[in-house]
């Protein structure tokens, strides 16, 4: 990797190599300004975009600023019930950028400008308001159309949404050899400006659940719940993407598709060793994913069944089992199952969630019959139920079985081949606000041995990207003994060090209100890792492109994003490890006691860093800050 000074060296050779007299740029060209009383040759459908530019805020909308001169375009004309589209004459494009400013509502390819070439969207652009509150203020953004030079174009404004934020707002557009707001890059695959640079996200399009996790002949598989043709949740089918390491990901083929027992629901996947199943022809060993048919989503509806499907060469291609379903319909919309294989009795156990906060396990010797053993109650919870064993303080000895839920809470006990039977209250794992429907690895080889664990960020935002979701990094899980009991302990996994380009360090250093050790760092991907004692320090923290992750020593108790953990300090000392992408920050406390799972949206051209004190000085035993490369640049 090429270190930041590295970088600010190479920055500044190129710009005085072109800084001189000769090299002035040529003038802009406007193409609109939405200045006049009507649109002129602009063309305009529906009723969202009234008769002529606005002039400012309309009636029952929040004050709208950021644009420029009087006018602009505001399809909040009869508010965000009505629609319609406005598109600009043909154009050359002349210059290396296309810039404008926009606000109004987050609804991809619903309220959103476009750049047409060929009747082709080659660009695309949403406001950044999905929720309510916000602001109606216009920010400046930028295309990248340098590769378009020479092409004939037309502006689109669309508003096709209804409901809250079911507008758009637009002004000044105009080409210039100069980015003049947030390069908004959509069309470079994986360089997209909010694309996660370590976080596992779809090429395009919406994923949520990560299911049939499995490892296999060198290889991580990790299917997730995909929509292939929209941007939205819907048409659920399982992607596949697979990795030598769990950082660098290759999205593959899609593997399960809809058919006439439904669209494809979450589900696991198993390596069958023993062929139980009878499907292997060849030298590679059988890769079966387990997975929901969500009948009632396709037509005539069908209940929800449990469903089958194999692969002889490495999970490239799946047959799905001819005598679909292998276990009918029980409850609800039973549906999730996760299965694991027992070997005290030969045979695969299935966790399935049923309905409400009732789970239950089923055996099989051969993943196609299935008998009922038991149920489980998770309360506080629902979904995407996980089932597996781990040894307690790496005593291989002494094992519990961990019954997780979707939402992250679980339960610790102990399985006598036939029944689950809890030994502690409900307990949580996940104290942040975007951590849903985790899953184990099954598979994993003896020689590794660890319990490695992904899941959904469910909830992040990423307006305007041709993607839509990201899944947390990869967490290795651990059971330890503390003083309220057996708890369960997540830390990210080691090969996060794959990544690792230059280190800062400081060692036994005070920290005085007012001082920041990082003032000298910055940057969008990074891994820290600090222990620190408060000492006399009523709070210390960090300030991570303005927002803060902060430690009260009073309350003891950390904090990001509007959400709180508590947190005890061990011999007078907080351990912290933090993992910051382009668009969320993974947080990890006492070793992993605690984690925060955040998404959020900072200004791209925010990469400010800091560390602070408050009350009094602190003492920083040790801090490490990594900066971290792009795991989509190999």
């Known amino acids: 990797m090429t270190n ?7 920055c500044a050779v190129l710009l005085s190599a072109v800084a001189s007299p000769a090299a002035a740029q040529p003038p802009d060209i406007l193409i609109a300004d939405f200045e006049g009383d009507d649109y002129g040759d602009w063309q305009a459908t529906g009723e969202a975009f009234g008769l002529g530019p606005a002039r400012g805020t309309l009636p029952k909308q929040m004050e709208v600023s950021g644009f420029e001169g009087e006018g602009l375009v505001n399809s909040y004309y009869g508010q965000d019930n009505t629609t319609g589209t406005l598109t600009s004459p043909e154009f050359a494009i002349e210059r290396k950028y296309l810039n404008f400013l926009i606000g109004g509502g987050w609804h991809p390819e619903m309220a959103c400008i476009n750049l047409l070439v060929e009747g082709n969207v080659v660009r695309t652009a949403t406001g950044p308001n999905r929720e309510p509150g916000g602001t ?12 378009l030079l020479g092409k004939t174009a037309r502006i689109e404004i669309v508003d096709r949404a209804t409901g809250g934020w079911g507008h758009i707002n637009i002004d000044h557009i105009v080409q210039s050899d100069e980015a003049k707001g947030t390069l908004f890059v959509v069309d470079k695959l994986y360089e997209e400006t909010y694309r996660p640079q370590f976080h596992f996200s779809a090429k395009k399009n919406w994923h949520n659940d990560p299911n049939g996790l499995v490892y296999y002949a060198g290889e991580y598989h990790m299917f997730f719940q995909h929509n292939p043709s929209g941007i939205n949740w819907g048409n659920m089918t399982w992607g596949h993407a697979v990795s030598p390491d769990m950082v660098h990901w290759t999205q593959l083929d899609h593997a399960i598709e809809p058919d006439e027992l439904g669209t494809i629901f979450s589900g696991s996947a198993v390596v069958d060793h023993a062929n139980t199943a009878g499907w292997q022809t060849g030298q590679e060993k059988v890769l079966v994913a387990i997975y929901t048919s969500a009948g009632s989503l396709v037509t005539p509806p069908k209940p929800f069944t449990q469903s089958i499907a194999y692969s002889n060469d490495r999970g490239r291609t799946w047959t799905k089992y001819e005598k679909n379903p292998v276990l009918g319909h029980i409850a609800g919309s039973n549906r999730d199952p996760k299965v694991v294989w027992h070997e005290p009795t030969k045979k695969w156990i299935m966790a399935l969630f049923l309905d409400g906060n009732d789970y ?32 307690v303080d790496g005593d291989p000895n002494n094992t519990k079985w961990v019954f997780w839920g979707g939402n992250g809470n679980y339960l610790i006990g102990s399985f006598d081949e036939q029944e689950f039977k809890p030994e502690s209250e409900t307990l949580p794992s996940e104290w942040g606000a975007n951590c849903y429907a ?19 960020m469910a909830g992040g935002q990423y307006p305007g990207m041709p993607f839509n979701q990201q899944m947390s990094f990869p967490r290795v899980l ?17 090969e996060i060090e794959l990544l690792h380009g230059k280190k800062h360090s400081w060692a036994s250093q005070a920290l005085e209100p007012g001082e920041n050790l990082l003032a000298d760092v910055a940057g969008d991907l990074l891994h820290i890792r600090a222990e620190i004692e408060p000492a006399g320090a009523t709070a210390f923290g960090f300030d991570i492109r303005g927002h803060k992750i902060e430690y009260s020593a009073a309350d003891k108790s950390i904090s990001l994003l509007g959400r709180n953990a508590p947190l005890e300090p061990e011999a007078g000392r907080i351990r912290l490890e933090i993992l910051v992408d382009r668009t969320s920050l993974e947080v990890f ?6 984690s925060m799972s955040s998404c959020f949206l900072p200004d791209p051209t925010n990469l400010d860093v800091g560390i602070y004190a408050t009350g009094d000085s602190t003492n920083v035993v040790s801090l490490e800050v990594f900066e971290l490369c792009s795991a989509w640049r190999r």
């Open 589 to 594: 406390g006492g070793d992993g006691r605690v």
């Open 136 to 147: 109606e203020r216009l920010d400046p953004y930028s295309w990248d159309v340098a590769d």
């Open 478 to 494: 651990t059971l330890r003994t503390t003083p309220e009991g057996i708890r369960l302990y997540r830390r990210p996994v080691a």
């Open 360 to 391: 239950a396990l089923f055996a099989s010797p051969n993943l196609k019959e299935w008998t009922r053993l038991c149920n489980v109650v998770l309360p506080d919870t629902g979904e995407c139920p996980d089932f597996f064993e781990l040894p």
């Open 438 to 456: 985790a899953q184990t690895w099954s598979d994993i080889p003896p020689s590794d041995g660890r319990r490695l664990q992904i899941a959904w």
């Open 4 to 10: 930041t000074s590295t970088r600010v060296y190479l």
